[in-house]
């Protein structure tokens, strides 16, 4: 009888590993959507980054990269590609605020347009064609490409896709700060022109001198430092309070280009970037 | 090669569909047919044997997840074997205890009256999966679809064998109540 089951059920448990952790994930979620609430502007993203071990087919069984919309108060579904083992968000060019967010011009010129790198799809099923951001030349190419979805030869409409996230395959990896900011075009706090955590904008050369001294943990290590012995309950109770207390991290470089994809949760002291988690030595504000 | 391309090739009785469903699918087949059957060379017989089944069922059959489809032909395949080399006696290896934990909820008769309800039955687990979050339904299927032991699940999605068994059990008692209630008799 059960091996009469559905098959998508069946193929689902052969390619989707997910790391389990079933309260914190939601919750994350949700630490996200208070922020957004809090700073107001498009979108902040729930980034699931734990990939499937053994499968061949990266992207096409990617979890979803969500979206808190403001005007709707729900969750999307953005599109996201996959490239050189990372995931990249492919922006909606009309939301301006998202935009700005970045530091990006609203429109991509044809000057704008570098070399093609390659051919991905979406996890939508849409192939988009990639290609360098040829006037950006102060960022690292891994941080901002220009994405033209296909079939519009005649008339192209390009988009930016922004990194997001590694593909992470062993979730008890990390990657050091040097390496994220790296992809953002930082080598040095000089390359930094301001840091602003929730509402507050802080020292940059301390900023970037405590993340890049910080204890590096990858979600494992994360999860065994700020949850190891705790029940269900407990577990709960801090997710919900370091949602309530976490704060949105943008660094701006000295090339314009804003990074969003950090958090800083000062009740435990950790700035979390893409899937690594930072452990700061003093606390941040 | 594409999964259509590759049913085409059986519908064509072309014999390089069994060198691509090898190429493709030996791997997940093959693990398949590790966990039930336990041994090496066993496994491959099943594998082997899976590719002989699809040629002969395909024609007439055309099914829209190969994947799905070559992996329940190994399954049932290894099953037998299982049955046939523990005919016997009873224990030992991760079958045994997969089976242990599934005669609480289900009951693996095969009577005919169960034969006539069983894909009703199969149709009422599969709602009743489709009821769980994702990755709770992941760790059941992989348990008792794919016969993996509790320490792979663990890894595969994350946590500790321990609360891996843990939510199998709750979910084994969900799936009870569940089909009681649709009339199905355990």
């Given amino acids: 009888m059960l091996g009469d089951i559905d098959d998508t059920f069946i193929m689902e448990a052969r390619k989707a590993s997910v790391r389990y952790t079933p309260v914190r994930n939601v919750l994350r979620g949700a630490a996200a959507a208070c922020a957004l609430v809090l700073v107001c502007v498009g979108a902040v993203w729930g980034i699931r980054t734990w990939r499937a071990k053994g499968t061949d087919a990266v992207g096409t069984d990617a979890l979803p990269l969500l979206s808190w919309q403001e005007n709707t108060g729900e969750y999307v579904t953005l599109p996201v590609v996959t490239y050189r083992g990372a995931y990249y968000e492919i922006l909606n060019m009309s939301d301006t605020a998202a935009l700005d967010r970045h530091g990006l011009p609203h429109a991509i010129t044809g000057k704008m347009v570098g070399e093609q790198v390659v051919q991905v799809r979406s996890d939508g099923g849409d192939v988009f064609t990639l290609y360098e951001y040829a006037d950006y030349s102060g960022v690292n190419q891994m941080a901002v490409l220009i994405a033209a979805r296909d079939g519009q030869d005649d008339d192209k409409t390009y988009s930016y896709a922004i990194f997001c996230n590694f593909i992470r395959q062993n979730t008890a990896l990390c990657d050091t700060a040097q390496k994220m900011f790296g992809i953002i075009g930082v080598y040095g706090a000089e390359d930094i022109t301001r840091v602003q955590v929730g509402e507050t904008v802080v020292d940059a050369k301390r900023f970037y001198d405590l993340l890049c001294g910080a204890d590096a943990k990858g979600e494992d290590g994360y999860q065994y430092d700020v949850f190891f012995k705790m029940n269900e309950k407990q577990q709960q109770a801090l997710c919900i309070e370091l949602a309530d207390t976490a704060q949105e991290v943008h660094i701006t470089t000295k090339h314009g280009f804003c990074a969003c994809g950090l958090t800083y949760e000062p009740k435990i002291g950790y700035v979390d970037w893409a899937c690594n988690h930072y452990k700061l030595a003093e606390p941040l504000l | ?186």
């Fill in chain 2, 1 to 186: 090669m594409e999964d259509n391309a590759i049913v085409s090739l059986y519908w064509a009785r072309d014999e390089a569909a069994i060198a691509a469903s090898d190429e493709k699918y030996g791997g997940y087949c093959g693990t398949i047919a590790r966990n039930i059957v336990g041994d090496r060379q066993t496994a491959e017989e099943c594998v082997n044997d899976t590719w002989l089944r699809a040629w002969e069922t395909m024609p007439p059959q055309r099914p829209s997840r190969l994947g799905a489809f070559l992996g329940r032909i190994t399954r049932n395949l290894s099953f037998d074997r299982y049955r046939q080399s523990h005919a016997d006696r009873r224990g030992g290896g991760e079958l045994a205890a997969v089976l242990d934990e599934l005669a609480e909820c289900v009951s693996g008769g095969e009577t005919p009256e169960d034969a006539l309800s069983r894909q009703e039955l199969a149709k009422a687990i599969s709602d009743f999966l489709g009821t769980l979050p994702r990755v709770k339904r992941q760790m059941f299927v992989r348990r008792y679809w794919y016969g993996e032991c509790l320490g792979d699940i663990a890894e595969k999605c994350g946590g500790t064998p321990s609360a891996v068994s843990t939510a199998l059990g709750r979910m084994r008692s969900s799936l009870r109540e569940y089909l009681t209630e649709r009339g199905f008799e355990l």
